[in-house]
């Protein structure tokens, strides 16, 4: 058991390392539309599926409530979180639809929409994009792997350099917490 605690600890420390050395200004590009879309008014969406549900579901979270600092509460939804929109619009239209539709009826021109993926392929995530794209919003990919089809359409898409599920999910909300930091300090 210990060498297993030892394997999996190493193997999150080695791609850290590899974030920290390939990806920082992407993640400050992302920190810079984040901020810039919320002081202009507008708000983040943010979908994915699993693991990348609750990503999007936390980071909302820390967007309306607060993430380490007393601030405005800033308009952020997961489009994870009403059952019922998902499950009628999963019925009526199919799964594959569940996000874009919700695009389609809550977001608007100049909005943001956080699309997670650790595939970067998820049918209804990329269907999200599309649809935000088509309305006049930026979009934010975080994705793993080789980056998916997210790379061809999201303005960012940041691939976290594993295969591995687990470590590409780590560190999603580890940006998504360097994001809402960024909120915490230039948003007041």
């Given at each position: 058991m210990?060498?297993?605690?030892?394997?999996?600890?190493?193997?999150?420390?080695?791609?850290?390392?590899?974030?920290?050395?390939?990806?920082?200004?992407?993640?400050y590009?992302?920190?810079v539309?984040?901020?810039?879309?919320?002081?202009?008014?507008?708000?983040?969406?943010?979908?994915?599926n699993?693991?990348?549900?609750?990503?999007?579901?936390?980071?909302?979270?820390?967007?309306?409530?607060?993430?380490?600092?007393?601030r405005?509460a800033?308009?952020?939804i997961?489009l994870?979180?009403d059952?019922?929109?998902?499950?009628?619009?999963?019925n009526?239209?199919g799964?594959?639809?569940?996000?874009?539709?919700?695009?389609?009826?809550?977001a608007?021109?100049?909005?943001l929409?956080i699309?997670?993926?650790t595939?970067?392929?998820?049918?209804n995530v990329i269907?999200?994009?599309?649809?935000?794209?088509?309305?006049g919003?930026?979009?934010i990919?975080l994705?793993?792997?080789?980056?998916?089809r997210?790379?061809?359409?999201?303005?960012?898409?940041?691939?976290?350099?594993?295969n591995?599920?687990?470590?590409i999910?780590?560190m999603?909300?580890t940006?998504?917490?360097?994001?809402?930091?960024?909120?915490?300090e230039?948003?007041?």
């Open positions: 210990i060498e297993m605690i030892y394997k999996e600890l190493h193997s999150h420390k080695k791609v850290v390392e590899s974030v920290i050395d390939e990806l920082q200004n992407y993640i590009t992302a920190c539309i984040t901020t810039d879309t919320l002081a202009q008014g507008k708000k983040v969406l943010l979908c994915g699993g693991g990348s549900a609750a990503d999007a579901q936390h980071i909302a979270a820390e967007l309306t409530g607060r993430y380490k600092t007393d405005k800033l308009p952020a997961a994870t979180t059952t019922s929109a998902l499950t009628a619009i999963a009526d239209f799964y594959k639809r569940v996000f874009e539709r919700q695009v389609e009826a809550l608007e021109e100049g909005d929409l699309a997670i993926s595939s970067g392929n998820s049918k269907r999200a994009i599309k649809k935000a794209k088509s309305m919003c930026r979009v990919g994705s793993g792997k080789d980056g998916g997210m790379s061809e359409l999201c303005d960012l898409n940041i691939i976290i350099p594993s591995d599920t687990p470590r999910q780590e999603h909300i940006i998504g917490h360097i994001i809402c930091q960024s909120v915490d230039l948003i007041k």
